[in-house]
């Protein structure tokens, strides 16, 4: 379970701005949703606002280093190229292109890696996700706030 002080540092990094809008929150083994990407992308516009726009380097590092998990589903559908909201992808930070590793599945969804990057899996894999709010969440099903 996450303490007070580390709830407190999640909304810390929130609030200053170095994680501007991306739900985070600790991951229970226990109580961790798995979901595919579109079942992902449903929950967090049900219960927040999307699944997780990431939009900078800064807001790549800041959501790699509160994860618990690696593989997060972020909302990027890749073969649009744009991310699930529909705006159009501006930062990016795909591992294939950075290493030169090329692999590719049909469609193509997108998570946040060990490495700090991103890469495509298929989008039914079951996988841990990032919700964008304006609360603290990582896609659990018990919430501190």
Sequence with gaps: MINHSTFTSLSSAVLSGSL?????????????LL???GDA????RTHYTDLALIESAKENTAA???????GNWIGLFRSTGKWSDNRTV???AWYHELSGYKIYHEPFCAAQNVHNTWEVFSCQERRPFYCQGNTLYTGTSSALL
């Design 20 to 32: 501007t809008g991306i739900a985070l929150l600790h991951q229970n083994a226990k109580s961790r």
């Design 35 to 37: 979901f595919s990407w």
């Design 41 to 44: 992308l449903t929950y967090c």
């Design 64 to 70: 790699y280093n509160l994860q618990e998990n690696i």
């Design 90 to 92: 501006a930062f990016t």
